[in-house]
């Protein structure tokens, strides 16, 4: 199974982004999409959408805190967007793979608004410990991701395409890593870090999760294309609305 | 069939949107999908992600000619986004529904960059001349769309919720329409003006495509939500490009 921990927020464009997330998991087999929404109360629209999806969901509310006093210091973000709800989702995820056993699965912290081939999906399915790719459209680059040479034992990260904040050790985007399950369930404690510096909230919880001496296990280097890209739904212009009388009943966008 | 037309163009967010779309329309049943590139060469990744979609597809170029002297007045625009394609998009739809002895389809003028309910394709085989509906995030408004009354023939359409140029006959965006291929073919010499005033093209195609007499069918109207958004894709920033040492090889994006 791949779980899917997706943080998710009320917002113009939160319906439509689902929708197209949902349309590209649905053709994914043996998915498990955890959505959590920073909300205080389950939405019926996001319940329509899951119910609708076809696939198997946990539907789950997380608020966001607020943010202690704006920062706690410069660049230090407290409550970075979509962490409360990753590690309820994580509270989530640690229940399923109690009840299933401990069969092996997948993890991937799926944003509801990037864009996912459904190749990576495939890859992912055969992660040892820790994957790691490519993804379009991050940190100012169109691509960031991992360098990769052949080395005698097979491909080996030797090190990253990245620009910004290139002393991270782990300098991935949250769409750019996905885990084997058998981390979350060894390491119960382990959940994303409420304070971060600015960009350092993935860095920080792989430098929790992954083990001491694992090697991150490059995804679709071979090809000459990415498989995920950081997109984002331009915010609507809705200067005209105010201008028309009221609608007879409110229609859902 | 449904016959899709879809003008594209070369920009960051073209293969993730093409992908996007794909991923909807391999859905539904029973697609042709007719992609015109603006350009003077057929894209190899384009016709990589339109052989690896899996639905029938025609792959056309066509470049937009320059402007004539950027505008011949205030507000009138020549050559608007995407018309030279659509018009090549109907020689080919015309050509297709020749070969297939004039069975009944439906030609919807799809962009590449929205997003598309699946429901929407369901509903649109059934239109016996014109269908419309409601597209979210037009014309500076959530949605616009028609406001129907239920009639003793069945539902009719009484107005428009419309903020914008609301004097136009058919004030509707290229999402809120689709027209059986009847009248396509019964009308040989219906294309999209290559002039028309700034946002008017819709209505200006409509008022020559549609017969004397024909009553547009609303469609989804009996919804509390919309089946079509009006998305964009943000620009990326890819302020950091060029920072870093050239690639090895260059990576797709
Ligand atoms: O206040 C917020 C802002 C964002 N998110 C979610 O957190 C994730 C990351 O947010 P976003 O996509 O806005 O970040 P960016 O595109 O800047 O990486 C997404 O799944 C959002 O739906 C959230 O739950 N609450
Ligand atoms: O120079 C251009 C600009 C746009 N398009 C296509 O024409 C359609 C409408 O363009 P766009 O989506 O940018 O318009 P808007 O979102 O403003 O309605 C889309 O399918 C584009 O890919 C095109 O072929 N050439
Ligand atoms: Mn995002
Ligand atoms: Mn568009």
Wanted: net charge negative; hydrophobic share 40%; with cysteine.
């Amino acid at each position: 199974t791949i779980y899917l921990v997706t943080p998710t927020y009320a917002r113009s464009s939160q319906h439509v982004d689902l929708t197209r997330f949902c349309y590209t998991i649905r053709q994914v087999p043996k998915v498990h999409w955890i959505v959590v929404e920073d909300a205080e109360v389950h939405s019926p629209e996001v319940r329509r959408i899951l119910n609708d999806c076809e696939v198997a969901f946990s539907h789950l509310v997380a608020l966001t805190p607020p943010r202690e006093n704006a920062q706690i210091c410069r660049k230090v973000d407290s409550q970075p967007r979509g962490v409360k709800q990753r590690n309820t989702g994580l509270v989530e995820l640690r229940r399923l793979l109690s009840l299933n056993g401990g069969r092996d699965g997948v993890v991937y912290f799926a944003d509801d608004d990037n864009t996912y081939s459904l190749e990576i999906f495939e890859r992912m399915r055969h992660i040892k410990a820790v994957g790691v790719w490519r993804v379009a459209f991050v940190g100012g680059l169109s691509y960031e991701g991992p360098v990769v040479d052949m080395g005698p034992n097979g491909p080996r990260i030797s090190g990253w395409h990245v620009a910004w904040a290139t002393d991270r050790k782990y300098p991935v985007d949250m769409a750019a890593f996905a885990l084997n399950t058998r981390l979350i369930t060894a390491q119960p404690d382990v959940y994303f870090p409420t304070h971060a510096l600015d960009g350092h909230l993935e860095t920080d919880f792989l430098s929790a999760v992954v083990p001491e001496g694992v090697e991150l296990e490059p995804l679709g280097f071979e090809l000459d294309r990415v498989l995920v890209w950081h997109t984002r739904t331009e915010l609507p212009n809705l200067r005209q609305e105010g201008k028309l009388p009221p609608d007879r009943r409110p229609i859902i966008i």
